[in-house]
C-alpha cells in the first residue's frame, strides 16, 4: 500500500495560523482511513482540548531562515510508534513497524536476537536494553524496494530528510 502523506505545514491545521521563524509547534500523526496523515498544530490550540485522537505527536521548531533542522532523531517518538503499532493485523501497519523496528536496529537501540518461525509466518525477536525485554516483529519479507519505499515515506512522514539515507544504507 502506498501512503498520500504530506510534508509538515507552515501553518496551523486549526487556526490557519502561519508558522514564523523559530516559533515552536506540534506535529502529530493521525491513522484515518486506512492511512496516516499529518497535521501541524501551534502552541495555544494544541493547547486546547482537541476531539480528535492523534497517532503519535512530537514537539518541533521551525529553523532559522538559510539554516536547516535539526539532524536529530526523536527516538521516543519511533519507540511510540513501535508500541503502537504493536498487535496491528494492516499490512501498511505491520510494514511500517518492521522498517521502524530494522531503524532502530542500526541505530542499537533495539538489539536482533533471533528468527522465530511460528504459526502464521516469521518474527525477529529483538531485545529492547532501555526496558530489559524482548518482543517479536513480524517479519512481512519486504523486497528493498518496498523497504525504501516506506523510509521514504517515514521521512515526509516525520519530515526527517536525512533519514532514507541511513535507514538504506
Same mark, same amino acid.
Given at each position: !500500500?502506498?501512503?498520500?502523506?504530506? &510534508?509538515?505545514?507552515?501553518? /496551523?491545521?486549526? /487556526?490557519? %495560523?502561519?508558522?514564523?521563524?523559530?516559533?515552536?509547534?506540534?506535529?502529530?500523526? +493521525?491513522?484515518?482511513?486506512?492511512?496516516?496523515?499529518? &497535521?501541524?498544530? /501551534?502552541?495555544? /490550540?494544541?493547547?486546547?482540548?482537541?476531539?480528535?485522537? +492523534?497517532?503519535?505527536?512530537?514537539?518541533? &521548531?521551525?529553523?532559522?531562515?538559510? *539554516?536547516?533542522?535539526?539532524?536529530?532523531?526523536?527516538?521516543?517518538?519511533?519507540?511510540? !510508534?513501535?508500541?503502537?503499532?504493536?498487535?496491528? !493485523?494492516?499490512?501498511?501497519?505491520?510494514?511500517?513497524?518492521?522498517?521502524?523496528?530494522?531503524?532502530?536496529?542500526?541505530? *542499537?537501540?533495539? *538489539? +536482533? %536476537?533471533?528468527?522465530?518461525?511460528?504459526?502464521?509466518?516469521?518474527?525477529?525477536?529483538?531485545?529492547?536494553?532501555?526496558?530489559?525485554?524482548?518482543? *517479536?516483529?513480524?517479519?512481512?519479507?519486504? %523486497?528493498?524496494?518496498?523497504?525504501?519505499?516506506?523510509?521514504?515515506? !517515514?521521512?515526509?512522514?516525520?519530515?526527517?530528510?536525512?533519514?532514507?539515507?541511513?535507514?538504506?544504507?
Amino acid at each position: !500500500m502506498e501512503w498520500k502523506i504530506g &510534508k509538515g505545514n507552515r501553518d /496551523c491545521v486549526a /487556526c490557519n %495560523k502561519g508558522f514564523s521563524e523559530e516559533e515552536e509547534y506540534y506535529s502529530a500523526i +493521525f491513522d484515518e482511513q486506512g492511512g496516516f496523515i499529518r &497535521k501541524d498544530f /501551534c502552541i495555544p /490550540c494544541w493547547s486546547n482540548p482537541k476531539s480528535e485522537v +492523534f497517532f503519535s505527536f512530537w514537539k518541533t &521548531k521551525v529553523p532559522k531562515q538559510g *539554516k536547516h533542522a535539526q539532524k536529530f532523531l526523536n527516538t521516543d517518538v519511533l519507540l511510540d !510508534m513501535v508500541s503502537k503499532l504493536e498487535g496491528s !493485523m494492516e499490512a501498511h501497519q505491520r510494514n511500517l513497524r518492521y522498517v521502524l523496528v530494522l531503524y532502530l536496529i542500526r541505530k *542499537k537501540v533495539f *538489539k +536482533f %536476537k533471533s528468527l522465530s518461525r511460528e504459526e502464521g509466518g516469521e518474527h525477529l525477536v529483538i531485545y529492547f536494553p532501555r526496558e530489559d525485554r524482548e518482543f *517479536k516483529v513480524y517479519n512481512p519479507s519486504l %523486497k528493498v524496494e518496498e523497504i525504501e519505499s516506506i523510509t521514504a515515506e !517515514m521521512n515526509q512522514l516525520l519530515n526527517y530528510p536525512y533519514l532514507e539515507h541511513e535507514a538504506t544504507s
